[in-house]
């Protein structure tokens, strides 16, 4: 599986289905896999950074610089947990934690407002102004009982995000 040149046995495909908790068909694996290869140019079983940003869908991501920190030096198994949170069939659960890992841009584990600050910022551009910005984000950190000094962990954004029907899906065209 390290050799982008070599095709997946059955017992890889049923590894990285483990791997990623079910979340794609051993049909997509095999799709997710074609497509890894085309991504990895240089044929060494990572995908770089600057090789994902050929996908044209993740080019114009406006969080795309917060995504390269999660998708720089992936190899084809995490390439697939990576995406796996995009599946339908990943649970609430699996969607937050890869949402609380793009807002914690530092890895301490710890959501700050200056990092919601700057996600907010990414998504808003000059749309609005920094004053603007601060004041919405107060505003929905006390609706949900939060402070604007409130440090977020993962349990934070679990009981913020668990109950609003999040979406986050992604096709995956089987061949």
């Known amino acids: 599986m390290g050799n982008t040149s070599s095709m997946l046995t059955q017992y890889d495909i049923e590894e990285v289905q483990e791997h990623c908790n079910n979340t794609f068909s051993q049909q997509e694996i095999v799709s997710l896999y074609q497509r890894f290869c085309q991504l990895d140019r240089n044929s060494g079983g990572f995908i770089s950074a600057d090789e994902f940003l050929s996908v044209p869908e993740f080019a114009v991501n406006l969080l795309s610089q917060r995504l390269f920190r999660m998708v720089d030096g992936l190899n084809f198994k995490e390439f697939v947990a990576f995406l796996s949170a995009f599946s339908s069939r990943a649970t609430l659960q699996h969607k937050v934690e890869f949402i609380f890992k793009v807002y914690d841009f530092d890895g301490n584990g710890k959501v700050a407002f200056s990092d919601l ?59």
């Open 117 to 175: 600050l700057d996600v907010l910022r990414d998504l808003t551009g000059q749309f609005i102004s920094e004053q603007q910005r601060e004041l919405v984000l107060t505003h929905v950190l006390e609706e949900a009982g939060y402070k604007k000094d409130s440090l977020l962990v993962l349990s934070d954004f679990t009981k913020i995000l668990g109950n609003t029907g999040l979406k986050m899906e992604v096709e995956i065209p089987v061949d």
